[in-house]
């Protein structure tokens, strides 16, 4: 029996490269033209913020729809496009509530909410319907509330990306869309954890790699909510992102100096020179370049890097840094660039052009999180041939292998198990101490640009979900 190519629509709040905070939307940039490949009508729904009207003030309005919400009439212009180098189409929800300034002020409950509830109605927005509705994280949770209540024949795969961000919401927030604590499965202090009802509702969960939909069944991952997913198991499945090889490849990226494939790994150097030049470091091809291109957010395992500094900054080695976060390590990066300046350089600004040059350029990047869903840095870096340098958590525990000093032929990077500062330290020093020696480095380079992180493989994992649905309820 062959099996119906479903019809998807996939949510997220945001998508690359029309807006992106984060790795979700790559994810939500790239995953699309995967499935796409594979037979799949999907199609991508974002709203249209301000600062997609400001980026792309040529996309095109295809019509303007009226519809009547538990509490108005709300006039919402449809726009629309495709995700760039794909016949994915995209289409862009535009009415009053979405046209912020900031995504994330006061308001960024009631938004998320207003666009969980008109993903919903998409069938009337857009004239199509979608058979499955692919929720991404809690901003677009709410849909499969809204599903449920209205008792629509649409199933929903709901991805967990990261656990820790519940979007915890008012329940007066939620009562504008008609919605009381009879439709949710626990309200606390009057609010409601937007990520614990999506899981509860959702018919499919998935999470981005296989070892962090492990972890998340434990309390210590579990942000309170393993007991749900634990009653949920049969229906978890756990996923590894892919990466976009259109945007992270050495090969082809317009972004870096000089290109270059393994073959021509001798042109990496090049970049390396050029990184430390643009970043005030003394340029030394032989000193070692490590690199932190991430969110600086508690999660990535700075704390770690902190207790360690004064020890780090001893040893013959460079440290640039790019990124925006929490306050607090954003000023102890800049203290640590402006009191070590021949050794750091911190650059906080979101730059992705930048991020692909620190890719190319240096010789480790730096990810000793505390938890990690999937990671999306270390698959860029290792396509570029730098080496990460991770905590074997999560994704990273899924796609970085350690180098033990005698597995040549298979390690593409290192790690450390136990979250520890002292842990951290001594793999660095171990990574520092083997870099002089080209013949292993380059060999470790080879077997990280060689393996295949394209989204392929979990592209057609994800079409097998969407097929299993389908088949088993109609
Ligand atoms: C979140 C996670 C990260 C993951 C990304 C895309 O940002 O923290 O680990 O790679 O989502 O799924």
């Not at 209540?149 to 991805?159: A, D, G, I, L, R």
């Not at 259109?246 to 990184?275: A, C, G």
Request: aromatic share 10%; net charge positive; charged share 20%.
């Amino acid at each position: 029996m062959s099996l119906k190519q479903p019809k998807i629509l996939f949510a997220a709040y945001e998508c690359a490269p029309f807006f992106k905070m984060g790795g979700l939307g790559d994810v939500a940039g790239s995953l699309p033209k995967a499935l796409k490949k594979l037979g799949v009508d999907i199609r991508v729904v974002l709203p249209y913020y301000r600062a997609i009207k400001k980026n792309y003030p040529r996309l095109k309005k295809i019509k303007t729809v009226k519809l009547a919400t538990a509490a108005e009439q709300l006039t919402i212009d449809v726009f629309a496009s495709r995700l760039p180098n794909s016949e994915v189409p995209i289409y862009f929800l535009s009415n009053k509530y979405f046209d912020a300034l900031d995504i994330f002020d006061a308001d960024s409950r009631f938004r998320f909410i207003l666009f969980s509830y008109l993903i919903t109605r998409v069938g009337e927005i857009l004239g199509w319907q979608p058979d499955t509705i692919h929720l991404n994280d809690w901003h677009t949770g709410l849909a499969s509330i809204f599903l449920k209540s209205s008792q629509q024949p649409v199933k929903t795969v709901f991805t967990i990306h990261n656990l820790a961000y519940g979007g915890d919401t008012p329940l007066t927030t939620l009562s504008r869309f008609g919605l009381t604590a009879a439709d949710f499965s626990l309200v606390k202090n009057n609010s409601v954890n937007i990520m614990r009802e999506a899981i509860t509702a959702s018919d499919i969960i998935t999470t981005v790699s296989p070892s962090y939909a492990k972890e998340i069944l434990t309390p210590e991952f579990g942000c309170g909510l393993d007991d749900i997913l634990k009653k949920r198991k049969k229906d978890l499945y756990g996923i590894i992102n892919g990466l976009d090889y259109d945007v992270f490849n050495p090969v082809t990226d317009k972004n870096i100096p000089v290109r270059y494939s393994f073959q021509t790994i001798n042109r990496k150097v090049t970049n390396k020179l050029y990184l430390q030049k643009i970043s005030h470091l003394p340029v030394n091809e032989k000193i070692p370049l490590l690199t932190i291109v991430s969110r600086l957010a508690g999660q990535k395992g700075f704390d770690l890097l902190e207790s360690i500094v004064t020890d780090l900054l001893q040893l013959d080695l460079q440290l640039i840094i790019l990124g925006t976060g929490e306050a607090h390590y954003e000023k102890f990066f800049k203290t640590i660039g402006q009191k070590y300046p021949q050794k750091v350089s911190t650059q906080l600004i979101f730059d992705p052009q930048l991020a692909n040059q620190m890719m190319a350029g240096a010789d480790i990047l730096l990810m000793p999180s505390r938890y990690e869903p999937c990671g999306l840095g270390q698959l860029a870096a290792m396509k570029y041939g730098t080496l990460p340098l991770v905590r074997a958590t999560g994704g990273l525990k899924d796609t970085v292998i350690n180098y033990d000093g005698h597995n040549t032929a298979t390690a593409n990077g290192f790690s450390f198990t136990t979250y520890d500062s002292a842990n951290l330290l001594k793999t660095i020093k171990r990574a520092t101490k083997l870099f002089p020696d080209k013949k292993i480095w380059q060999k470790l380079q080879a077997n990280a640009m060689q393996a295949d992180f394209s989204w392929g493989p979990s592209a057609r994992e994800y079409l097998g979900i969407y097929q299993r649905r389908s088949a088993a309820r109609t």
